[in-house]
């Protein structure tokens, strides 16, 4: 049996602890999808084509091993997406109790509407408190974000745009 999961997030931009779920979610499937998704409740910082660029370029430069395909979605339910796929399991990975209470409803709404199981994935501890919102707004304030993001993002965040 052929297992299919996809990994959906803003990642605006990509943190060392999305990409630490990325490479455990990679070992655990056959083939991993990370899905970039526009959340209509956060403000984008960076396009939906330069996170998926900058995602690829993580994911190689980690050596990331597996059938790895990064790609957006933005028509659609999340679901539908995974059907068109094949996918029976989203990652989500939670930092706290938080995540955990937030990404509940929506595990249970997937599974009603389509079969859909969610799997949650913890972080290493070491990158648990790092969230994209904070490191949009540390970079936003001339901050170094090199140790919460992959060594491409702190490269592109810095560069003038």
């Not at 943190?15 to 979610?25: F, M, Q, S, W, Y």
């Not at 403000?43 to 998926?52: F, G």
């Not at 395909?69 to 706290?96: E, Q």
């Not at 937030?102 to 859909?116: H, K, W």
Request: charged share 15%; proline share 6%; aromatic share 4%.
């Amino acid at each position: 049996m052929h297992r299919i999961a996809v990994a959906p997030g803003s990642f605006d931009p990509i943190t060392l602890g999305h990409l630490d779920v990325i490479d455990r979610a990679a070992g655990l499937f056959d083939e991993l999808h990370v899905l970039v998704v526009h959340n209509p409740d956060k403000s984008a910082l960076l396009p939906v084509a330069q996170r998926v660029s900058l995602i690829e370029r993580a994911i190689a430069d980690a050596g990331i091993q597996g059938n790895v395909t990064v790609t957006s979605w933005s028509v659609g339910l999340l679901v539908d997406y995974c059907t068109d796929v094949g996918a029976s399991v989203l990652i989500k990975g939670v930092r706290s109790q938080v995540d955990v209470a937030y990404e509940t409803p929506m595990a249970i709404v997937n599974r009603n509407l389509a079969g859909v199981e969610t799997i949650f994935l913890l972080p290493d501890p070491a990158h648990a408190h790092v969230s994209s919102s904070l490191v949009r707004q540390v970079s936003g304030l001339g901050g170094d974000v090199s140790p919460y993001v992959p060594k491409v993002v702190a490269e592109y965040l810095q560069q003038p745009h």
